[in-house]
């Protein structure tokens, strides 16, 4: 079947989102961005199509007459298992980079740490993806990078090598994992893995779930069209007239998530933008920081590396606070002396966080005043709309100075430029020039 | 004025560049031929009495604006910024500042004189006052301040007009003679003043010419080189006289052949946008900027920058039988001392009159005189015009306040923006 692709080439994160002929959203991917762009997007495609593909395993399923609850259920387990083979697929990837880096530094005395490292790492999978176990982050890095850490301490205590030189095996060989793409027939082999450990517990539709794999499996998807926008476009793998500016995209993917919007604000990772749309989704007006990223996500993310917390970590933890501090600087440089001296003022952490928090979403106010307002229904959009903290103190500002209005924000929020991208790809590859597109599509 | 060494090189240019060299060439040898230098600025500048009584103008800055454009303000800006400027302080001051403090070469190579006096004929910016202060307190030379009201109710008054021409009676023209050693001589004025207005008529034809679909010319990028001898040294001279005809002439000869503007890479072979702009470019970037409206077919056809040395499309011209009352309403009719409705209304009458599909404004971080305001200007113009508004943010002269990055990311946005509105296309 033929498909349309949206990528958002972010400073942070890369992301995609599939559109099948008729405008229905098929699957969204995510990775982090890297230096290697045309990877990233690579990576992004490639987990939204084996999104895609789960769906079509649903699909087949409610077919087949398995209740929608019950199909969504064991679609979860499969998805689950899937990830785990493909943790586990990543740390096959991880043992050989990190034996070949070893080697090649000659650092020889940590070659039985590392293997202990990768051999552990290996025997936790199961419970990293075990059912109802949460997990940091959803990339590779993060998660390998913790658990690494953490057992290169545990190894140097016991003699298997030095600290230091174990992180930074590991630190030489993860640009390479993750560089590494999927060989051809990646997903079937890991999907008929899991769907080897889901069948047990799928009882009596476990014939329907392997059905719906098959089905995933043999599907030919063929690239329709594509549009590339971002931070990163300009060095997409995309020809110019298929890239868009990344205020068009949100812009539109906002009204394709929310019909009613008219004020979009987009906080990524080094881009705030406040967009004003029209019933259309068509922009009349916006405006973004300037050379400066003051207040961007990016300064969430050198929080919580100064307080050595997950990025996830951060929100509820501003949430608990009771009394918040005011800070002035949005300045990212200048926000860990800043968190350090009130730390030493005795402040508590979750309060300074709340006014950190504050801080970011009154500098959004002002691009937001200066873009011409905010309008009912005002769209909360990029990956700072995930967190809880941030989204209370807009909230708050916005009934405090424009009212009582609609505020929408999706758990998918962070992938409306790529959907607002898709839907321009959808548009080029009809040939419309003013033919409605599907405003009910969501990712 | 900027001379591009490939950007422009139509006959007009050539004289233009021909002009700058010889004028300072004249200014270097000044100490030795004994012709005095008058330092003074833009807007509101007195050229065709300085002229009347032998002096050389020399802009401060329009030497800070052409060290942005040859990459030298950087350290000209480091260097004042040792001497305890401070970041904030206009980028302009701290240019010139600093290339005289690194001997006072100019643009083209050669030393420029010191003043025999400073004239300041326009009191709307501020930082030229404190700037004069400054080059004052350097050089110990004479210095005359005109006090030049504000046009705040949007019109230029008799008691204006004669509270300005007094003291052009009573302080400059005494200043003039005493340092020049010379009488006053109205009817040498009003020769050079016959002169400018001449050169105005061919300017603004020049200007208008942009009205045409497509435009013949840039008003921004090209607009700046144009304004050059007008807005200098050069007004009320017959090298001025000359430039501006053989300009309208290859300008017409454009429209005949039905060319679009010069860009960095040539002609523009489709005009795809016409807008409006508000602002001063960014010098340091200018080039770059220039390319970036270039790649996406965006013609400037009507700009406010061209207009920050007397707006005179709008009917004004240099008057030899009123010439010092003439003089007053030059110094009291330059783009930033008008109010801001008029402004709005002179915008919004751009858009209209030149078929702009929107306005652009670039928000200098140096003059508070362009950028007070403009949020309400690209309001209320898009009210009135229905047009969209664009808004990037740069510099005059200071490198550290361009991120090319980001200025593309937004004017790349406007112009697809402009795109949607003019298709319709979004999702219904």
Request: charged share 25%; net charge neutral.
């Amino acid at each position: 079947m033929k498909y349309v692709v949206g990528i958002d080439l972010g400073s942070t994160t890369t992301k995609a989102v599939v559109l099948d002929e008729g405008g229905r959203a098929l699957g969204r991917g995510i990775t982090n961005s890297r230096s290697n762009y045309d990877l990233a997007c690579q990576v992004a495609l490639t987990e939204a199509l084996i999104h895609a593909r789960f769906s079509f395993v649903a699909q087949a399923m409610e077919e087949r007459g398995v209740p929608p609850e019950r199909a969504r259920g064991l679609l979860g387990d499969l998805e689950r298992l899937f990830r785990r083979e493909q943790y586990r697929g990543q740390v096959d990837v991880l043992e050989r980079t990190t034996a070949e880096v070893v080697g090649r530094f000659g650092v020889e005395d940590a070659r039985r740490g590392v293997a202990h490292i990768v051999a552990a790492m290996r025997g936790e999978s199961d419970a990293l993806y075990a059912k109802g176990a949460s997990r940091k982050s959803d990339f590779f890095r993060d998660l390998a990078g913790s658990r690494w850490h953490a057992l290169a301490e545990e190894e140097a205590r016991r003699g298997g090598g030095d600290f230091d030189v174990l992180v930074a095996v590991f630190d030489k060989a993860i640009l390479e994992v993750e560089n590494t793409p999927w060989a051809e027939g990646t997903f079937e082999r890991f999907v008929r893995a899991a769907l080897a450990d889901a069948a047990g517990a799928a009882g009596a539709d476990a014939a329907a779930l392997a059905g719906g794999v098959d089905r995933a499996v043999s599907l030919a998807l063929e690239q329709w069209s594509s549009v590339g926008t971002g931070y990163g476009r300009a060095r997409l793998p995309f020809p110019k007239e298929r890239i868009r500016s990344e205020i068009l995209c949100h812009g539109l993917g906002a009204h394709a998530m929310f019909p009613q919007t008219r004020t979009v604000l987009d906080i990524g990772g080094q881009d705030t933008k406040a967009i004003q749309v029209d019933e259309h989704g068509i922009v009349t007006s916006f405006q973004m920081n300037d050379r400066c990223a003051a207040g961007c996500g990016r300064y969430l993310g050198y929080i919580a590396d100064e307080m050595n917390l997950g990025l996830h970590e951060l929100g509820p933890l501003a949430q608990k606070s009771e009394r918040s501090v005011r800070i002035n600087s949005t300045c990212t440089v200048f926000a860990g002396a800043e968190l350090r001296e009130r730390l030493s003022l005795g402040e508590k952490r979750e309060d300074i966080l709340s006014g950190l928090h504050r801080a970011i979403i009154l500098r959004a106010m002002s691009l937001l005043a200066r873009s011409g307002g905010v309008h009912d229904e005002f769209t909360f959009t990029g990956g700072v709309a995930r967190n809880p903290a941030a989204v209370d103190a807009l909230k708050a500002l916005v009934a405090e100075n424009y009212g009582a209005l609609t505020m929408n924000i999706s758990s998918e929020s962070i992938y409306t430029g790529a959907l607002g991208a898709a839907l321009f790809a959808l548009r080029d590859a009809k040939g419309r020039t003013s033919a409605p597109v599907a405003g009910e599509v969501a990712a | 004025m900027p001379t591009p060494k490939d950007a422009l090189k139509d006959d007009s240019q050539l004289r233009q560049k021909t002009m700058i060299a010889d004028h300072f060439t004249r200014l270097s040898r000044a100490p030795d031929t004994g012709e005095k230098c008058v330092y003074t600025y833009v807007p509101g500048n007195l050229t065709e009495l300085l002229r009347a009584f032998g002096t050389l103008p020399v802009l401060p800055e329009i030497n800070a604006l052409q060290s942005g454009m040859r990459g030298k303000s950087r350290d000209f800006i480091a260097l004042a910024e040792k001497t305890g400027h401070s970041e904030d302080v206009c980028a302009y001051v701290k240019s010139d500042i600093g290339m005289q403090a690194a001997g006072n070469v100019g643009p083209t190579g050669e030393r420029l004189p010191k003043p025999d006096l400073l004239l300041l004929s326009y009191t709307g910016c501020f930082t030229f006052l404190k700037w004069f202060e400054l080059l004052r307190e350097q050089y110990q030379c004479p210095t005359v301040m005109l006090h030049v009201p504000y046009q705040g109710e949007g019109a230029i008054t008799a008691s204006m007009r004669k509270y300005v021409v007094d003291q052009i009676k009573e302080k400059l023209i005494p200043a003039l003679e005493q340092v020049t050693g010379r009488a006053y001589d109205e009817d040498l004025l009003k020769e050079h003043l016959a002169r400018s207005a001449k050169a105005e008529d061919d300017l603004v034809a020049v200007l208008e010419s942009a009205k045409h679909v497509p435009s013949p010319i840039d008003s921004w990028f090209g607009g700046v080189y144009y304004i050059g001898p007008i807005f200098t040294a050069f007004r009320g001279t017959q090298d001025a006289v000359e430039y501006y005809r053989m300009l309208r002439a290859e300008v017409e000869e454009r429209v005949r052949l039905g060319k679009g503007p010069v860009t960095p890479d040539g002609d523009l072979e489709r005009e795809r946008y016409r807008v409006v702009v508000e602002g001063p470019p960014p010098w340091t970037h200018f080039r770059e900027l220039w390319k970036m409206f270039a790649d996406e077919g965006a013609v400037v056809v009507a700009s406010t920058y061209t207009k920050v040395g007397g707006v005179y499309d709008f009917g004004f011209r240099h008057d030899p039988s009123r010439p010092l009352e003439t003089l007053a309403d030059y110094c009291m009719g330059c783009y930033t001392n008008l109010n801001l409705p008029t402004r709005v209304d002179m915008i919004a009458r751009y858009v209209r009159e030149y078929s702009a599909d929107g306005f652009l404004i670039n928000s200098v971080k140096s003059c508070k005189s362009f950028s007070a305001g403009q949020l309400m200007i690209l309001r209320e113009v898009e009210k009135r015009t229905g047009r969209p508004g664009g808004f990037i943010e740069s510099d005059l002269v200071d490198p550290r306040y361009f991120s090319a990055a980001n200025v593309k990311n937004r004017l790349e946005s406007y112009f697809q923006m402009i795109e949607q509105k003019r298709t319709g296309v979004g999702v219904a």
